[in-house]
Structures are given as C-alpha cells and as structure tokens.
C-alpha cells in the first residue's frame, strides 16, 4: 500500500531511537512538523503484495531518512492512478512524477525499448542483466531521455513470460492457432503473437482480470509472480512454462521534476531506486522458485513447453527479420552481444 506521512514519521523515528539525545532534540521538530520540500508520486499498476511494492515502500522510507524529511515518495500501487497508458501518459505530462513502465508498454514512445522482450532472445538471467545493465540497456535510457524521461540504471524485474489459458495447455506452437489470447498495448506483443498464429487483443493490465472472466479473451501471457498476485488462477486453469519473452520495469521520472532536485537529493534517490532494485531482482528469483508449487496447489496444471516449435514459427513468419530491420543492425548486435544469435 501506499506510504501515509504517519507511518513514515514513526519508522523514521523508531530509526533516530539509537541516536544521542542531543541529536535526537534537533531532528524531532523537523520530522514530526516541517513538510518536505519535494513529493513524487509513484503510480503503478502491480499488486501491493508484489515484490516491486514491497521494494518500493522500503525506498520510499530509505529516501525520507537519508534526506532529514525534505524528500518524500507516495507509492501508488495497483492502478490507483489509472492504467498503464494513462499512468505513461501523466508521467510525461507531469501529473504523475515515477511511473514503472514494462519494456513493451514504453516502446510506444521509445521503440528499442522492445527489444528485451523479442521472442525467446533470453534463455537465462544472466543474459538479461548483461544486456539490461550494459551497453544495450544504455541505449535504450538514451533514447527515453529524447522524449524527456530520466531513467534509474537498474531496471527491476518482472520475469520470463509464460501463458496461461482457460480452455487447453500450450505444448507446441500449433497449439496456439486462432487462441483468443491478451497481450500488452503493444506493437511487440501483437506481432509477436500473430506470428505464432494466435488472435492477440490489447488491454490494459487494469481489464486483464474480467476480460478473462467474462471470456472475452480465453488466455493471457504474464510471469508467474503476477498470475499470482493478481489472482489470476481464480479465471485461467492451464499454465505452460514457455519463458517466451522477458519483461521488466524501467523506472522512469518526469524530466523536468528530476531537474527540480538538488543534485544531493538526486543522489538519495537514485541510489535508494537502484538498491531498491537490485534487491526486487534477488526477491523475485526466489519468489519464481516457489511459486509453481503455490499456484499447482491453487488448482493450476502446468506443463513445460520447449523453445523449437515456436522459434521455428517465427522465423517462418518472418517474426525475427521484420523486427531486426525496425531496431536496425546497431541494436540488433547489442542484443546479440549478450542474448547469442537471435533469430
């Protein structure tokens, strides 16, 4: 849930408790009275059981302490503030000053942001890290900072993607053919799928849950940690492990109320987000370890589909070649610098 001021104060001062008494008497009048000079929003769309809210909550205590009380973040999760394109939306406006977008949501804006999450690019975590904290990842921060975002180095994880459904397990591609299945607003996500074969339709996260319930889609693709905290196994029986692409969270801040800090509180808070982030990472990998068992006890029945049938769909769709030539060889070659050959 979100941080309220009060809950703030008190862990605040339960962490001045060890301080001398003097020190205590001069940092009292500031915590418990003053307003801080700066307040960011943070809006989200995940659960606030999810490891990234968890997270979020702790820098968002980390960032009033270390700043004496003149920086405040307000977590806003699950959709309080609207969903992903309206959320995307105000971060660029202004309304809204941290937003948490997924690589394939923001590439409406940034189009390399895409590229992490090409069809079966990844096949482990420590291509992704590579990629995401090296020279492809610095591009792609690059390129959000033309459309005036500033961006935290660390991008937090989301996970591989698997696909669940409400009417048969996914073995092999052919399975898919014709499956009524929901994926992000994306250009990614639509692509990708109707070269599978599938009948893809773009929604919100925010409309994911009823549009399964009321069986306007039959399927949807997330990692496990969201089909478990958006209950998502209450309307969908079959998962399959397909890993098919990878998905996180570049934390991205309004330009202009960036520029606004001072660089010591730049420091703070870029510091606290990418702790933050690399200690969601290490949460996350745990959580995927267990959460299989969790969802099999829920009632889910899961099956582990490999790789071939579907990365030989997409080269025959021509999946790879299409997409290859809309990032352009330079990105191209830093996805393969850590992710191999891609196609």
Known sequence: MSQSPLFSRRSLLRSFSALPAAGLVGALPRLAHAAPE?????????????????????????????????MEIKVFPNNQ?????????QVRS???????????????LAPISAITAVGFAFSHYEQVWSAVDGKLGDAIRAAFAKVGLYTFDKMWD????????????????????????????????ISLFKSLGAS??????????????????????????????AKLYEVQKFCSVT???????????NGRAWKSLPDDLKTIVSRAFNEGGLQQREDLRKLNESLQADLAA?????NTAAPDSFRAQLQKSGFYSEWKNKFGGEAWSLLEATAGKVS
């Open 38 to 70: 700066f307040s960011f929003k943070f809006g989200n769309n995940l659960p606030v059981t999810h490891p990234l809210n968890v997270r979020a909550n702790e820098v968002a205590v980390r960032i009033a302490s270390e700043s004496k009380g003149r």
């Open 81 to 89: 503030l609207g969903g992903d394109t309206d959320m995307l939306a």
């Open 298 to 302: 829920k009632g889910m029945a899961f």
């Open 94 to 108: 202004g309304g809204l000053e941290i937003f948490n977008p997924g690589t394939m949501v923001i590439a409406t």
């Open 158 to 189: 989301n996970g591989f993607r698997q696909i669940t459904t409400s009417t048969k397990p996914i073995k092999t591609a052919a399975d898919l053919e014709g499956l009524k299945i929901r994926v992000p607003v994306s250009p990614m996500g």
């Open 243 to 253: 890993n098919h692409s990878w998905d996180g969270y570049h934390l991205v801040v």
């Open 200 to 229: 893809p339709t773009s929604l919100q996260f925010s409309e994911v849950y009823s549009a399964l319930q009321t069986k306007v889609v039959d399927a949807q693709e997330n990692p496990l940690a969201i089909v478990q905290t």
